[in-house]
């Protein structure tokens, strides 16, 4: 009893510090949420659940969460698919392993606006060296290729994170069930989709978690490549509510929706989490 | 005795003065830096130093609004956009300045009425100086206008010699005939939906003899007008303009008018001398003039100097307006190339010697008009800016993307209150 009490004197300073910088504006925002504050009125009557269903029957919203939704299913897919083609890559046995590091890190060293910045010269229609390639295909201005687009740019930027975590994974797992798996005569293949993979799933499943989370948020990209444009082919739910909050100047809102949003990610990591303590 | 006590008097205003520090948030471009150059002489005169923080454009209404909602803000004076010199002072956020302006005797009277109308009075109160003028032209290319060879070919295919169009259509119709025959696009367009697109339509909105609303805020956007307005800017960005044109912004347009890739834009006057600078365009310098949009109105543009009411200095700041925006500071800057919104720094003949162009900016000015200026301005170019993203991508018929547009702009006048 007496080594809990210490424990929990020792992590009560972290435990303050994160119900201050987190809880505090979660709940201010909850607040928010349910008042008509907005920056030119002040005044924050009560309104219940009213922003709520504001939020739910404007349909630009609603197009911004559907459009969330695949951009995420999209990025996390590629992301993960990519990410372990690399780790398993550099987890092999190759020459300058160190040159290949680096070159796998450095996408994740870079601020996602620098990233953006980068691609919208690679994918300028005049002037970049991939519409050239592509014979001048207009990437970011044609509301086909756009959203695709802007994902690619994204999965370019998290797959080193996702290939450096995986990589960890793969080195950290025990080598007697693959040396079983090869003495019964298991082709690497075989080993690797019967052995290695199913090992290898919680730190997928983290990682799955980690990823969703970060691409649910997406913002600068969106701000520094499209502005949510052509028409509303890049819209997605972070930018729509960062507009709401400062161009609408409409604070409460923006909180609704983004309640929306955090519930949303809750609801995806609790379905995770009970899919982890299952198995 | 009496000198003696003057002189004391003096010194500690002048001690008083010294130390003080005016923070003010500033938009990194040129005319910033020219202000910056004249700051020494205004500290030589008052001993009050003043700091800009410049930051690009798209990063100053949040940090703003961010500093008008604190107990006390960071930014002495502030330098506000005409898109928002609706929303600042509805809001309560600014100092209204009749107070200053008579008890220092400053003369408002050489401003340019659709400048204060622009970014001075907000329903009658006045809020802001005029700063900066930023209205909307036609920059085109002289040389290309000229080519013998575009000339027969455009009056076999027209009936009509090639000349500066006079409406719209004839715009529109060169801008086409250019694309397809000179080798160049026919316009650099900012298509990107929010600010750029927003602007640039509003060109085609007043040069097609529409409006946004009428005197009562009644909403007129879905008029023939407009539907014809759209009709050509859509028609113009998807075969006149540019390869990227709906995912441009101001920049992109400059590189690709500067490069000499386009005969046209629809753009800011100060854009001219930009363009017509050898070392910074050397493809298109001396080629290039400007006139008032086809069809006569552009969109007025500006900059306003205000005092936010959270401000600890209120007189200093304004001591600083007063001086930065007297005529003698003002020639100053016009020479410098700063835009002046004063009619005696546009008549004045130095200045008209150095930027003789200015005689069409002063026409640009005096016939420029606003687009709607009210609490919610910044939301009403998101959403009319996505109607006519959706418009140009090919995504919405024009006509429903007016309707919606003119839907979501009711709303927001409705939201501030201007409509029932």
Not at chain 1, 20 to 27: D, F, S, T
Not at chain 1, 260 to 270: G, I, Q, V
Request: charge should be positive; proline fraction near 6%; hydrophobic fraction near 45%.
């Amino acid at each position: 009893m007496k080594g809990r009490g210490t424990g929990l004197l020792l992590a009560l300073p972290g435990l303050l510090l994160l119900a201050g910088v987190v809880g505090l504006p979660l709940l201010y925002a909850l607040y928010l949420s349910l008042t008509d504050y907005t920056f030119l009125k002040p005044s924050a009557a009560f309104q219940g659940l009213g922003r709520y269903l504001d939020a739910l029957q404007d349909p630009y919203f609603r197009h911004a969460l559907a459009l969330t939704g695949v951009y995420v299913g999209l990025t996390v897919g590629l992301t993960l698919a990519l990410g372990l083609l690399l780790a398993v890559l550099l987890h092999q046995r190759l020459p300058f392993r160190g040159l290949h590091y680096l070159a796998v890190s450095l996408p994740m060293l870079i601020a996602p606006v620098g990233v953006g910045l980068i691609w919208k010269m690679i994918l300028h229609p005049e002037l970049g060296i991939l519409a050239y390639l592509f014979g001048g295909r207009d990437f970011l201005g044609d509301a086909r290729y756009a959203l695709l687009t802007l994902a690619l740019v994204d999965v370019w930027q998290q797959t080193s994170f996702a290939a450096l975590v995986l990589l960890a994974g793969l080195r950290s797992l025990p080598k007697e069930p693959l040396e079983a798996a090869y003495v019964d005569g298991a082709t690497p293949w075989q080993a690797f989709w019967r052995v290695t993979f199913p090992l290898l799933l919680p730190v997928l499943g983290v990682l799955l978690i980690l990823q969703v989370v970060a691409e649910v948020r997406t913002y600068d990209l969106v701000y520094v490549l499209t502005r949510g444009g052509p028409g509303t082919a890049t819209d997605l739910v972070s930018f729509y509510i960062y507009r709401k909050a400062f161009l609408g100047l409409d604070l409460s809102g923006a909180s609704a929706m983004g309640y929306f949003l955090l519930l949303a990610t809750l609801a995806l990591t609790a379905l995770y989490y009970r899919g982890l303590t299952r198995a | 005795m009496k000198r003696l006590l003057a002189v004391l008097v003096l010194a500690t205003g002048l001690s008083l003065a010294q130390g003080v520090v005016l923070r003010a948030l500033m938009e990194d471009v040129p005319e910033t830096r020219i202000i910056e150059e004249l700051l020494p002489r205004f500290e030589r005169e008052t001993g009050i130093r003043v700091e800009f923080e410049k930051v690009q454009y798209a990063a100053m209404h949040d940090k703003l609004v961010a500093q008008l909602l604190a107990p006390q803000s960071a930014y002495d004076f502030l330098q506000v956009d005409f898109l928002w010199a609706g929303e600042f002072p509805a809001a309560g956020w600014l100092e209204p300045l009749e107070p200053y302006v008579k008890r220092s005797g400053f003369d408002l009277s050489p401003y340019y009425p659709s400048m204060l109308d622009l970014v001075g009075y907000y329903r009658g109160t006045l809020y802001m100086i005029p700063m900066y003028n930023y209205a909307m032209g036609l920059i085109y290319r002289k040389d290309l206008l000229s080519r013998k060879d575009l000339a027969e070919k455009y009056r076999a295919r027209f009936k009509r010699p090639l000349a500066l169009p006079k409406t719209l259509e004839e715009y529109v119709d060169l801008s086409l005939f250019m694309a397809k025959n000179a080798g160049v696009a026919g316009a650099a367009m900012q298509g990107q939906r929010g600010d750029p697109n927003f602007m640039e339509f509003s060109n085609y909105l007043f040069a097609a003899g529409g409006d946004y609303v009428d005197r009562n805020w009644r909403v007129t956007l879905a008029s023939p007008q407009g539907e014809k307005a759209l009709a050509l800017y859509v028609r113009n960005i998807q075969q006149g303009a540019q390869k990227g044109a709906l995912n441009a912004n101001l920049d992109d347009t400059f590189r690709v008018m500067c490069q000499g890739r386009a005969f046209s834009m629809i753009t800011y006057w100060w854009m001219l001398p930009q363009l017509d600078d050898p070392k910074q365009c050397p493809k298109v310098a001396g080629k290039v003039a400007l006139s008032p949009v086809p069809g006569g109105a552009g969109v007025n543009g500006g900059w306003g100097w205000a005092i936010p009411k959270n401000s600890a200095q209120k007189e200093a700041a304004w001591r600083f307006i007063s001086w930065v925006e007297s005529k003698p500071i003002v020639r100053e800057r016009a020479l410098r190339g700063h835009a002046p919104t004063r009619k005696d720094a546009f008549q004045d003949p130095e200045v008209l010697k150095k930027y003789p162009y200015y005689k069409e900016a002063e026409r640009i000015i005096a016939g420029a008009k606003k687009v709607p200026i009210f609490a919610y301005t910044a939301e009403m170019e998101d959403v009319v800016g996505r109607e006519i993203s959706l418009a140009a991508a090919g995504q919405k018929p024009v006509k429903q993307a007016l309707q919606d547009a003119a839907r979501g702009l009711e709303g927001l006048l409705k939201k501030a209150g201007l409509l029932r």
